[in-house]
């Protein structure tokens, strides 16, 4: 199977002088829909019910996304193995670290309670809805987020099968399992934030960025990367993980703000879960630590979490919305905004001396401006 897959990727063209984003995402997606089929055969061969258990796993791996993490990995495998290497052994490598994210990504919807995912129904309520259809017995939502999570670790395992196809030297699967207990330790520090909101701060806030989202989606794809060619090289090593660091914090920040700012139709979530949840971002931390006492007040949370407005009136809508204005009238969004702006500059600063090919260098500047200053 692993060499029909790379076969299959090589009918889409991939340039061996480096990857045009669009036919990058192609190769990537052709590798993991190969993979999937095979997968989802195996399990359908044991009932049915399983195949489409697996079905609806290809369909969430497989709804779009940004596929960031891949695109990382490979520009700090190129920037290392240069123009002239082929990519095709490297692609199941790449391709894992979406199913990775996948595996996070259903998780998380589960903890929050997420309704929707990329415009689209998350696990949780796929299969909800399928409970309810089938007309079965029991609890719909109870078995939706059962599901998810048996789907989430289904990705995982799948994500481990996909990445030993790629023969990677051992440096690889280190800085994978890193990447992983990273991102675990951080979704912990999320949830526990949510739970103890008076013992947060601003700090605290980026710490939860750095390793939930900075180390996870920019700083170990890059390293990932690095690795996968087998060279050692200090410099780019730690030239990554000063890029990573920095732009991974940006694109956190800029999810502070998409997360109470952000259109719906665009971002494809609802807008403002974190002011319903009072999720202590680096944003709100930075709003109660701007505010005035009497702005303070009316952001206050009651012991659940739940909006507490001064006044106790006004519906939950209206209640978001005016918690929405406190935290601009703070000046917190501005100060957010220069945040990314400085970490972005950093970030593209770590690339100057590096020792890494032109191409891989201007592709990652590129890219730590876009992801950083996106509508979603």
Known sequence: MANDTLEGNRQLGIPRQGASPHALIDAIDGTLADFLAAQIASLDSIDPALGRFARTARGLVLAGGKRLRPVFAYWGWRGAAGPGEPVEPALPAFAALELLHTFALVHDDVMDGSATRRGLPTAHRIFAGQHESDLSIGDSDRFGSAAAILVGDLCLVWADQLLARAGNPPAVRAYYDRMRVEAIAGQYLDILGESQPSAWSTERALLVARHKTASYTVQRPLQFGLALTGL???QTEEAYGKYGLAVGEAFQLRDDLLGVYGDPAVTGKPAS?????????????????????????ELALDSAGAINPADGSGGPEPLIERRAKLIAETGAPARVEA???????????????APIHEDARAALIELAVRVTHRPA
């Open 232 to 234: 050692t090289q200090p």
């Open 273 to 297: 879960d974190d002011l319903r949840t009072g999720k202590p971002t680096a944003l709100l931390m930075l709003a109660h630590k701007l505010a005035t006492p009497e702005q303070r007040a």
């Open 339 to 353: 945040m990314i702006q400085e970490r972005v500059a950093d970030g593209i600063a770590a690339l100057a001396g």
